[in-house]
């Protein structure tokens, strides 16, 4: 595998699930990134991990909870969605030890919550 | 505050044709960066070009070109040449070095072939 894998590339759920997406990146970055994409909306970054830390969360509301356990896996946990939370989920990596750094994505895990 | 505008909501053209999408972005900041992605129907977002502040000199990649103007805060990208693998939705992204993108709503680029 080369670049940003995301896992599911697409997921149904009821609005009292609970699933969790998951991302893994190959390139060797140290910084990895959810945002969500919403139709007709600009991409809003939703969390930022920089040497596994947590350095940004965008006030997204709890029911949306992170974790990134190493510097190449990041995970998504969801429960209790709302409808208005279907969007396509997209992971991104980049080095964390250079300014302006590119981000590079993953596939992205369409979701819709019934 | 930072905002990157993209006003071009969808263009099509006709292949071969040269297209220019369009941004325009805002910062106080002296030091900032600039990018382009491509979102094809795939999804995932692919990485195109990144530009520093102090690097305002234009930049060509085969078929792909872009302008970077301060004085007008732009950074446009030219596709000459267009064809059908281009159709795609074209972001800008602006940052200050730190993690945060902030990214334009996207140009939805249609190449009729």
């Known amino acids: 595998e080369t670049g940003v894998t995301q896992t599911p590339r697409h997921l149904v759920m009821g609005m009292t699930n609970k699933k969790s997406l998951k991302c893994e990146q190959h390139l060797g970055h140290n910084a990895m990134y959810w945002y969500k994409q919403s139709a007709k909306k600009p991409l809003e970054l939703m969390f930022v991990?920089?040497?596994?830390?947590?350095?940004e969360n965008n006030s997204v509301p709890s029911r949306f909870s992170p974790e990134c356990p190493n510097s190449s896996h990041l995970f998504l946990h969801l429960h209790t969605l709302q409808p208005e939370d279907s969007a396509l989920y997209l992971c991104?990596?980049?080095?964390?030890?250079?300014?302006?750094?590119?981000?590079?994505f993953g596939p992205g895990t369409r979701l819709t919550v019934l | 505050a930072q905002k990157v505008t993209q006003a071009q909501t969808e263009i099509s053209v006709v292949e071969k044709e040269d297209v220019t999408l369009d941004c325009v972005y805002e910062?106080?900041?002296?030091?900032?960066?600039l990018f382009w992605y491509k979102q094809p129907p795939s999804g995932e977002l692919v990485f195109l070009i990144r530009?520093?502040?102090?690097?305002?000199q234009n930049e060509i990649s085969g078929r792909y070109s872009w302008n970077f103007q301060k004085s007008t805060s732009s950074f446009n990208f030219t596709i000459t040449a267009s064809q059908v693998v281009d159709s795609a939705v074209y972001f800008c992204?602006?940052?200050?070095?730190?993690?945060?993108?902030?990214f334009g709503t996207g140009t939805r680029l249609t190449i009729i072939p």
């Open positions: 910062t106080r900041d002296t030091t900032y960066y």
């Open positions: 991104a990596s980049s080095r964390a030890d250079r300014m302006g750094n590119e981000q590079f």
């Open positions: 992204a602006l940052s200050f070095g730190n993690e945060k993108l902030t």
């Open positions: 530009r520093n502040s102090f690097d305002e």
């Open positions: 991990y920089s040497l596994e830390e947590r350095v």
